[in-house]
């Protein structure tokens, strides 16, 4: 009997952890937002992009990395709250999308986060912005994490003529 209650302790644990999800978590200012761990492939400082013509402004241009060029975004810009003026401190997250890479220009990265797939709750509705560009939010020791859709981030970056 107690080897079946082992069994059943196994199964939970395996349970919990496929409903769990591990998020890379990023501040620009006072907000926090996280992407999913698997989709991170590089952090990195920030060292300059090289400009592309005809591109909205939260695109800062292409890095090459490694033989890849990555187009790079600002993810201030792209919440809509102007361009950032990067520093040293400044960090670019380089993720997959798809089958493409990207980086994201963001202030910090701050922590990696587990959170269960139950605690992530839709975006309230009243900032369109905030609801084209986020997955979910859920609520990590106190802080609101808003959850980036990577699709909705990297479409529209062409202007167009």
Do not use: C
């Not at 996280?34 to 300059?48: F, M």
């Not at 859709?149 to 167009?160: C, E, F, R, T, Y």
Request: charged letters at 20%; proline letters at 3%.
């Amino acid at each position: 009997m107690e080897a079946l209650g082992l069994r059943d302790d196994i199964g939970d644990k395996t349970l919990a952890a496929h409903n769990s999800l591990q998020l890379i978590a990023f501040s620009i200012g006072e907000q926090t937002y996280g992407v999913e761990i698997t989709t991170v492939r590089e952090i990195r400082a920030w060292n300059g992009a090289t400009p592309l013509p005809n591109t909205r402004e939260f695109v800062r241009g292409v890095i090459n990395l490694r033989g890849t060029i990555v187009p790079i975004f600002d993810l201030r810009a792209r919440f809509g709250d102007g361009q950032t003026s990067p520093t040293k401190n400044h960090v670019v997250v380089v993720m997959s999308v798809g089958d493409k890479w990207v980086g994201i220009l963001v202030d910090a990265v701050s922590d990696i986060l587990t959170v269960s797939r139950d605690d992530i709750h839709n975006v309230p509705e009243g900032n369109s912005i905030d609801t084209e560009l986020l997955n979910g939010i859920v609520t990590h020791d106190s802080r609101m994490v808003g959850l980036i859709d990577l699709h909705a981030v990297v479409s529209g970056a062409k202007m167009d003529a």
